[in-house]
């Protein structure tokens, strides 16, 4: 049996992605995170990110619930932007936890040694810009 055969082509668009944050918002924050993001079809991915981090009050950290449209999925163009919306939950030290919409747009870089650069910036508990590597397929986003 080969296993390839097994599997559907689709299942392989799950992509681990690692990020770093910066919030503008009280407090500000920085957060570090790690994700992972499913394709729902040709031009949607879904997924769920969680980061760490500090800001002036202490430990701070997040876990963002994200949908992204990609404008150039098949990557015919080297960069290519994307617009997403979702929920973010914030928490940090001594403050109760909090919930935001989350709104973004970002731009996606060419794919390079199986590696695709994106740079984000967002609105969701604060001003919000962010360097995301994520694993890339040279055919698609």
């Known amino acids: 049996m080969v296993l390839g055969a097994a599997f559907p082509a689709e299942s392989s668009a799950q992509t681990p992605e690692f990020r770093i944050d910066g919030i503008a918002s009280n407090p500000a924050a920085v957060h570090a995170?790690?994700?992972l993001t499913i394709a729902l079809?040709?031009?949607?991915?879904?997924?769920v990110d969680a980061a760490i981090g500090?800001?002036?009050h202490g430990i701070s950290g997040r876990v963002d619930f994200?949908?992204?449209?990609?404008?150039?999925?098949?990557r015919q163009h080297g960069w290519?932007?994307?617009?997403?919306?979702?929920?973010?939950?914030?928490?940090?030290?001594?403050?109760t936890n909090r919930y935001y919409l989350l709104v973004l747009l970002g731009l996606d870089s060419p794919a390079k040694k199986g590696i695709a650069t994106s740079i984000e910036a967002?609105?969701?508990g604060g001003a919000r810009l962010g360097?995301?590597?994520r694993k890339a397929r040279a055919e698609r986003r």
């Open 131 to 133: 360097i995301i590597l």
């Open 54 to 56: 500090g800001s002036e």
């Open 41 to 47: 079809g040709t031009y949607v991915r879904s997924g």
């Open 66 to 74: 994200v949908n992204r449209f990609h404008l150039d999925p098949f």
């Open 80 to 95: 290519a932007p994307y617009a997403g919306g979702g929920l973010t939950a914030r928490f940090d030290d001594n403050r």
């Open 33 to 35: 995170g790690a994700g």
């Open 122 to 124: 967002g609105l969701g």
